[in-house]
């Protein structure tokens, strides 16, 4: 690693931001997540008392999320507190979180190395799906971050109420309206010509309560800090470059709207209605040989909440109802007419999702007792079509009209020990089934059945599988916290993997692998947490064990084509290992200024088989971390700098020709304050010394690859106003 230039980054960090502070008389900003209060030094005013388990942090403590156990809860203004692209790019200041950014949007998470549908994601408890192959629209750019009240993410499968949590959970839960009229405006610009509004307005009666909320976003291509656009980046020979007229194109322009309307017919019953679209055209994607012209998403639930315990003589013990059903469709379309290649390519991509849940609350065994059932139905499907010069067009059924359908069974219990110990348990089983509702073609010779791949290929499968957990938490003392927890849980394979069918003329083709099995991941955590009058500390380590893990692989055709050895990328099953760490820290210096910090480190490897010979695990980031330090006065204004820095990645899969990643550092600055009582200035910089560098995650290893890596974004200021009533 090159640790003088990241001491030489830290070091400037902390001098400009020295330089920069305002005199102690200047008024603050509001500080909005509720884990944040001030403390005073020992000098000044006395300390508050900070010792009780269930006192909130001390305000100079800022740390991300407040945690419990694996769940780690997160108000939304303050991950928004950086003015981030779009959710995805703010979730990346929390420990463990990284994204890989295809372009100047859209930007999909990692979680401790799972990628993709590993890492499940529910808006207000509705599991919600893109519809490209190559995540261009993946799940969590379905709401906007306007639209946000709360965050909670669960590191590892320790969820047992959606199906899929096998490396974790990522629960957005949308604004509800509040009591008496209320609204909000928020004004943002940027660098790169980027530009941000969004507003809402709510009102909240004793009967009936409606919100409704919209966005518009856009900007042009960022520039690295070379001094290129990421619409430059590309070689002049390369075929998958953008052409000169289309480099200075827009990279994106999105608008959201949503609305929500809860009636309350009589105490203790609440029926919700909420409907949200989303609309992005002409977004770039230089991660990858195709762009967006249209994702368009139209999400929509009802629910019914009964709080039972209100009411005499229903059950015993019965405390709550909850019934929903919700409904989500995704269309997607993309092309490579903005690139120079000779061989034009389109696809049009659309993925449904209907499912209805039910859970009842119980007080059972000391303890709360939640049982539920649910089911959920996907339909997907991707027409993908490629032409060469004056040839015919070849049409495919690239997603062949596949259905995926699961019901679940599920039973969640919490109670309270003696000893100040708690107890979480939880135990889930899941049925599933998918099917390929057409065969899969292509040109004559391409070899796209799947049993040239894989013998004894279905065009549908079924599977039951069964996942679990068992969880303590333990308030050793006033400031100390521990938890351990060990957990099984499973994901169904999806029909991209399973059924995709995709055969090329110029390189190999993309097939899925119909026998694939479940993958399985057994992970133990631990974790301890110490809350002190000057210094806050979370540390948490993990080791995973993956049965059946799927894995990208290269495989040879036992039939004959038109492409040499008729070679494909396609899955297979192996076992995997993972293993790390994160670290979080904030130290209070004075009563104005604290340090704070985090880090994180996680380690992939997975067994060889026939087609598999590198061990390390393909897209596993680096150990990379943040030093920064914060000013505070009187809850009027902030300001921070900060060195973010990641190690070199030398651990890849020479399997999928992955190469190595150099270390990187960079600064960032920001600051806020409160004008008036209503309006809030926020600004900063990114990349504060316009350092040009990769992040790891930087590039794709599927057929749809753009072979090259994608450059960060260079120096970038941004400027927002918000303002509430």
Not at 288 to 306: F, H, P, Q, S
Not at 692 to 705: A, C, I
């Amino acid at each position: 690693m090159q640790f003088q230039n990241i001491l030489i980054t830290t070091a400037l960090s902390i001098s400009l931001t020295l330089s920069l502070l305002p005199a102690p008389s200047f008024a603050t900003e509001d500080e909005v997540s509720e884990a944040s209060e001030t403390v005073l030094a020992e000098n000044d005013e006395a300390l508050p008392d900070v010792s009780a388990p269930d006192r909130e942090l001390p305000e100079q403590i800022t740390i991300i999320g407040k945690t419990r156990g694996s769940d780690t809860y997160f108000d939304a203004e303050t991950l928004w507190l950086g003015a981030p692209v779009d959710a995805g790019e703010a979730l990346k200041a929390v420990p463990g979180v990284s994204i890989i950014r295809k372009g100047g949007y859209a930007n999909d998470l990692v979680l401790r190395g799972f990628t993709k549908d590993r890492l499940n994601l529910v808006i207000d408890d509705q599991k919600v799906h893109g519809a490209c192959s190559n995540r261009m629209d993946p799940p969590i750019l379905q709401v906007d971050p306007s639209e946000i009240e709360e965050l909670e993410l669960v590191k590892g499968p320790f969820d047992v109420r959606n199906p899929g949590s096998m490396g974790g959970l990522v629960r957005l839960r949308t604004k509800d309206p509040k009591e008496g009229t209320h609204g909000s405006l928020k004004l943002g610009a940027a660098s790169f010509d980027h530009q941000d509004v969004a507003g809402s307005l709510s009102h909240g009666g004793e009967k009936i309560s409606g919100l409704v909320g919209g966005a518009f976003r856009q900007g042009d291509p960022y520039k690295t800090g070379g001094g290129d656009r990421i619409t430059e980046i590309y070689d002049a020979a390369d075929p998958n470059r953008y052409r000169q007229d289309a480099i200075r194109d827009k990279a994106f322009e999105a608008n959201n709207l949503w609305s929500k309307i809860i009636l309350k017919p009589q105490d203790g019953h609440k029926v919700g209605l909420s409907v949200s679209r989303q609309h992005a055209s002409d977004v770039i994607y230089p991660y990858l040989v195709m762009d967006a012209t249209k994702d368009e998403t139209l999400r929509a639930a009802l629910n019914y909440d009964w709080d039972v315990q209100k009411e005499d003589n229903v059950l015993p013990g019965l405390t709550k109802l909850h019934f929903a059903i919700h409904w989500d469709d995704a269309d997607h379309d993309m092309d490579n007419d903005k690139r120079a290649n000779m061989m034009g390519m389109d696809s049009e991509a659309d993925s449904s999702t209907a499912g209805a849940r039910f859970h009842a609350e119980f007080a059972a065994l000391g303890g709360t007792l939640t049982s539920g059932v649910d089911y959920m139905e996907r339909d997907w499907d991707i027409t993908s079509r490629m032409q060469m010069m004056m040839n015919p067009v070849i049409a495919q059924n690239m997603i062949p009209d596949t259905t995926q359908e699961n019901a679940g069974l599920f039973l969640d219990y919490e109670r309270d020990l003696p000893h100040d110990l708690t107890l979480n348990t939880g135990l889930r089983v899941d049925y599933s089934e998918i099917e390929a509702g057409e065969a899969p073609t292509g040109a004559p010779g391409m070899g796209v059945a799947y049993d040239d791949y894989w013998s004894g290929s279905k065009d549908n499968s079924d599977d039951t599988e069964v996942s679990g957990n068992i969880r303590l938490t333990w308030e050793a003392s006033d400031q100390y916290s521990l938890f351990a927890g060990l957990g099984r849980g499973v994901r169904m394979p999806d029909a991209l993997e399973r059924y995709v069918a995709r055969g090329t003329m110029t390189g190999p083709n993309w097939m899925g692998n119909p026998t694939l099995k479940p993958e399985k991941n057994h992970e133990f955590d631990l974790g301890v947490t110490f809350n002190g009058k000057r210094l806050y500390t979370s540390a948490t380590a993990f080791v995973s064990h993956v049965d059946d893990y799927v894995a990208l692989v290269q495989k040879s055709s036992t039939g004959v084509g038109m492409v040499a050895s008729n070679d494909a990328t396609t899955y297979d099953n192996t076992d995997a290992d993972l293993y790390g760490a994160e670290l979080q820290a904030t130290y209070i210096l004075t009563s104005l200024f604290s340090l704070y910090g985090d880090a994180e480190f996680v380690r992939g490897r997975k067994d060889r088989n026939d087609l598999i010979q590198d061990r390390d695990l393909a897209e596993i980031p680096p150990l990379h971390g943040r030093v920064g330090l914060r000013v505070k006065k009187d809850q009027k204004f902030y300001a921070e700098l900060e060195a973010e820095m990641a190690n070199d990645q030398n651990d890849v899969d020479s399997d999928l020709n992955e190469s190595k990643t150099s270390s990187w550092s960079i600064a960032n600055f920001r600051m806020g304050a409160n004008v008036g009582e209503n309006f809030q200035l926020d600004a900063g910089v990114r990349n504060v010394f316009d350092r040009e560098y990769k992040t790891h995650l930087s590039y794709l290893r599927n057929p749809f690859s753009s072979g090259v890596r994608l450059i960060e974004p260079g120096r970038s200021f941004y400027l927002k106003l918000s303002a509430k009533f």
